[in-house]
């Protein structure tokens, strides 16, 4: 795995709730981890909503230059990206925008992905309209990939109904990618469930022996929705 990852996928894929996940895991591991938040275009969930959680736990956030709520969704990006971007002693979580209007904002930071420090993850929700097969899936990596010239090195399923998700979403998305892997040469990382989901898996036989099962915690879905 490379130094700096760019994590990519259409709304709703869950990009963010991945990309808090792996600055958590990296930081858990001792390495000096940044996550920045580059989803400053058409914004849902931000995972500079959960700066204090972040640093609180030794990853810096880098997003706005004002850090104040107030001024949360301003697109004025903080010069402070650039540091964790060079600095070669960082592993960079870049957090970027759903589909190629969010993904452009990667093209100001382009000279920092030729130095092969980069990997590029398609997040992969095959629950979504928009990318529950493989022609919607890879038009989305397809705009991503000609407006940044940035190719995808990973994909990642996460496959989620939210706290609804099953065993059978999971393997929809796997399957859905394994698709891709073959027609792209684009290989699976992860197939990412919470820890219920992964002991239910736990008691099952037959499963592809690829699935790469990562077990994630939800952070961004607010505790309210589920009441």
Request: proline share 3%; net charge negative; glycine share 8%.
């Amino acid at each position: 795995m490379k130094r700096i990852k760019i994590i990519t996928g259409h709304y709703g894929s869950g990009k963010t709730e991945y990309s808090i996940n792996i600055a958590l895991d990296l930081c858990g591991q001792g390495k000096k981890t940044a996550l920045v938040d580059l989803d400053i275009a058409n914004v849902y969930f931000r995972s500079r909503e959960r700066q204090t959680m972040l640093e609180n736990a030794g990853i810096e956030v880098h997003s706005n230059i004002y850090h104040s709520d107030i001024s949360a969704d301003l697109p004025a990006l903080s010069p402070t990206i650039r540091k964790v971007l060079e600095d070669s002693s960082y592993h960079t979580i870049v957090d970027v925008g759903g589909n190629e209007t969010g993904a452009m904002i990667l093209n100001q930071f382009s000279r920092h992905f030729d130095g092969g420090e980069h990997e590029m993850l398609y997040v992969v929700n095959a629950n979504r309209p928009e990318t529950e097969d493989y022609r919607g899936a890879m038009h989305h990596l397809h705009r991503i990939t000609e407006e940044t010239r940035i190719k995808a090195d990973w994909l990642v399923n996460n496959t989620h109904m939210l706290r609804e998700t099953t065993t059978e979403d999971i393997l929809k998305g796997y399957h859905l990618c394994r698709e891709i892997s073959e027609k792209e040469g684009i290989p699976l990382l992860h197939s990412c469930c919470t820890q219920d989901i992964y002991q239910a898996f736990q008691k099952m036989e037959g499963l592809p022996g690829d699935l790469g099962l990562y077990c994630i915690q939800l952070y961004m879905r607010p505790s309210w929705l589920d009441r």
